[in-house]
């Protein structure tokens, strides 16, 4: 199969565009700008609609728009401006409406800076917006896999009528790495929820706003259900030589990959390590997680974070073994060097 050699940025685009994208709204900020960029060229070439908003706001209440006509649609944008776009998600997520959203994750707290940071993830994984809400969220640890989870998305978000979130750190967004683009999608499912306008489709509404608590709750009740059924089947994970391992990393995205090598240097010591790499942040594989509780000794976190997976990670071992955390933040990376002398460390801590 042909490859192409992109930046993961512009590879996220254009697997949208095949995915059948043709609606794109956003806003620039660094380190994702090439993706409105690619997406300013490539919709009027498919026939679909670029439109750089006048902020963040404008750009996710475009998409809730175009969502509830049935379109495919993304946006894209980078920790402060998946901030601005809470309030429209949580409507969003409440109208049930499909729709795919790319976070290219930078180092914050605030402005913050423009280097790699994971410290998106309680907002992705624990609500971001107000009320009771869940978003499907992949983590790629890779340019191929951001193309693959990006095509996917979109057929997710229109299974379950529900926004799905790319969470790339900012090193997916700006490295270059070799990819196969899929087939480009020709058929999609019915909507026949949408409103479209058509003559003879009947009313359709889309809405987020129940004045009758009664209602309320039984729209929340619904939504619960499907974040139930989301769970137990869109689970995902990585294992990676965990079947003997005495110490297992548990890293996502691009920390999962440095992991790898500090593992394969910790295995040529002698010291049983491996890998737990969540793919859903959200689902989280707590299973998966919990079984390897029952064989290994110890579980060293690792992410670029003051620590927050870690956290889903001790409420899926339920304290059957230790979980220690290792962080870098700010835009600092760990190395695999680090990586191994802090597993070392916790191993030494961990259970006879």
């Given amino acids: 199969m042909e490859k192409h050699l992109m930046k993961g940025a512009e590879a996220i685009a254009e697997a949208a565009v095949l995915a059948g994208c043709r609606q794109f709204f956003g806003y620039p900020i660094t380190p994702q700008n090439q993706i409105p960029e690619y997406m300013s060229k490539r919709m009027p070439q498919v026939g679909g609609c670029f439109l750089q908003a006048e902020s963040e706001v404008a750009a996710i209440n475009m998409v809730y728009g175009a969502a509830g006509s049935g379109a495919r649609v993304m946006t894209s944008s980078s920790s402060p401006g998946i901030s601005l776009k809470q309030e429209g998600i949580s409507y969003i997520a409440c109208a049930e409406l499909p729709c795919v959203i790319v976070n290219i994750v930078r180092g914050g707290p605030g402005l913050g800076g423009i280097q790699p940071a994971q410290s998106d993830y309680f907002q992705c994984t624990k609500g971001g917006g107000h009320g009771d809400y869940r978003l499907l969220v992949l983590a790629p640890d890779s340019v191929q896999e951001a193309v693959d989870f ?133 689902p ?22 003051c620590g927050q997976m870690v956290e889903d990670v001790r409420l899926a071992v339920n304290g059957r073994i230790p979980v220690e955390f290792y962080g870098r933040v700010g835009g600092m990376i760990p190395s695999w060097r680090e990586i191994m002398d802090n597993a070392e460390k916790t191993l030494k801590g961990g259970k006879e």
Wanted: hydrophobic share 40%; with cysteine.
């Fill in 150 to 282: 990006t095509y996917m998305a979109f057929d997710l978000a229109d299974k379950y009528r529900n926004p799905v979130l790319i969470l790339g750190d900012g090193m997916i967004g700006q490295m270059m790495e070799p990819v196969v683009m899929p087939e480009a999608k020709t058929e999609f499912p019915e909507k026949p929820w949408a409103a479209t306008g058509r003559s003879g489709s009947g009313r359709r509404i889309i809405n987020s706003l129940y004045i009758d608590p009664a209602e309320l709750e039984q729209v929340n009740l619904r939504l619960m259900h499907k974040y139930e059924q989301m769970a137990k089947a869109e689970a995902r994970c990585e294992e990676y030589m965990t079947d003997d391992a005495d110490i297992i990393i548990a890293a996502y995205g691009t920390t999962a990959r440095i992991a790898k090598k500090s593992i394969k240097e910790l295995r040529a010591k002698g010291i049983k390590a491996g890998l737990l790499r969540p793919i859903t942040l959200w």
């Fill in 284 to 305: 989280f594989p707590s299973e998966t997680f919990a079984r390897a509780a029952q064989r290994a000794k110890c579980i060293l976190t690792v992410e670029m974070s």
